[in-house]
């Protein structure tokens, strides 16, 4: 006894200390660890969609410097040119190749197909100390992709009309929520039809005939200066528009002919957002490239 209360001795303590959980209080931290993971999942998951369509933003906007910095570095225009969703079509075409180009051609087309809407390279037509009439088009690097559960939004693919033809009216327009800016969307430029006749692309490989295709390849383009600009009317021109390049979180699934063996099928691809419509909604990310000086910037915004 102590001040009237009974102390406990040894035994007692032993006893109590090692009493453990109930089995009413051991559903109730079930039912918390239950409830806190229930909460955490979602913002870990959105936590890794943020993650990534940063690092595709980032990639993105590195690699449009390095466009820029291949151009001044070889005094001579830059191009970095994307997959599209229908550059399969060059598959059709090439029957009057040799057996060997046939199947180089067509081994290249199967590897770009998952790299529709996420993929690019850079290349060059001509460069300093080529003889007049004598300029070829060179791959500067090998087709890469952005990070996986990105690509660049739909809309800067088939957007109409493309970007020469210039009006507030035929834009796809994203805004700044916060400061009011609007960015407007046009399509990427191509090296087709008659407003921006580039020479004749090879694709998908340097070494295959022009006249196989043709087949319209989207893209940027960076003068010996580092400044944008696309070809109209025949003519290598300064960008009158900044080029403005969204991008959205999902998956570009491309045709399978075959579930079993994973062969592709030379079709288009299934577009997936998700959520749909990110990448133009209040929750954009895309890349800015400046008209006048051709550097890029990125410009995004959260839901509140």
Do not use: C
């Not at 090998?142 to 009006?167: H, M, V």
């Not at 699934?253 to 579930?259: F, M, V």
């Amino acid at each position: 006894m102590k001040n009237g209360r009974k102390i406990p001795d040894a035994a007692g303590l032993g006893a109590m200390m090692g009493r453990g959980f109930t089995l009413v209080e051991m559903l109730v931290v079930i039912s918390i660890l239950g409830l806190l993971a229930a909460l955490a999942v979602p913002a870990i998951k959105n936590m890794g969609k943020a993650d990534a369509g940063l690092g595709a933003s980032q990639q993105l906007l590195d690699d449009i410097g390095r466009a820029r910095q291949l151009a001044m570095a070889n005094d001579t225009t830059v191009y970095m040119v994307f997959v599209p969703t229908n550059f399969w079509a060059v598959s059709t075409n090439v029957a009057g190749l040799g057996p060997q180009l046939q199947f180089q051609t067509l081994n290249a087309v199967s590897n770009l197909m998952d790299k529709q809407m996420t993929g690019y390279t850079f290349m060059s037509y001509g460069r300093v100390g080529d003889q007049p009439g004598q300029h070829q088009w060179r791959y500067l690097e090998p087709w890469k992709n952005l990070p996986e559960g990105t690509f660049i939004a739909e809309q800067k693919f088939n957007q109409a009309p493309a970007i020469y033809s210039y009006s507030s009216t035929n834009a796809l327009v994203i805004t700044n929520q916060i400061t009011g800016r609007k960015f407007y969307v046009y399509g990427f430029a191509t090296n087709g039809g008659p407003t921006s006749p580039l020479p004749p692309i090879p694709f998908p490989l340097e070494t295959t005939p022009t006249n196989v295709g043709p087949v319209s390849l989207p893209y940027i383009a960076f003068n010996y200066q580092g400044q944008l600009v696309q070809w109209r009317y025949g003519v290598e021109s300064l960008a009158a528009q900044d080029e403005i390049i969204p991008l959205s979180r999902g998956a570009v699934l491309p045709a399978l002919a075959n579930n079993a063996t994973r062969n592709y099928s030379f079709d288009s691809p299934q577009v997936l957002e998700s959520p749909p419509g990110n990448g133009t909604n209040a929750a954009f990310t895309l890349v800015d490239v400046d008209a006048l000086t051709g550097r890029a910037t990125l410009q995004f915004e959260k839901v509140q």
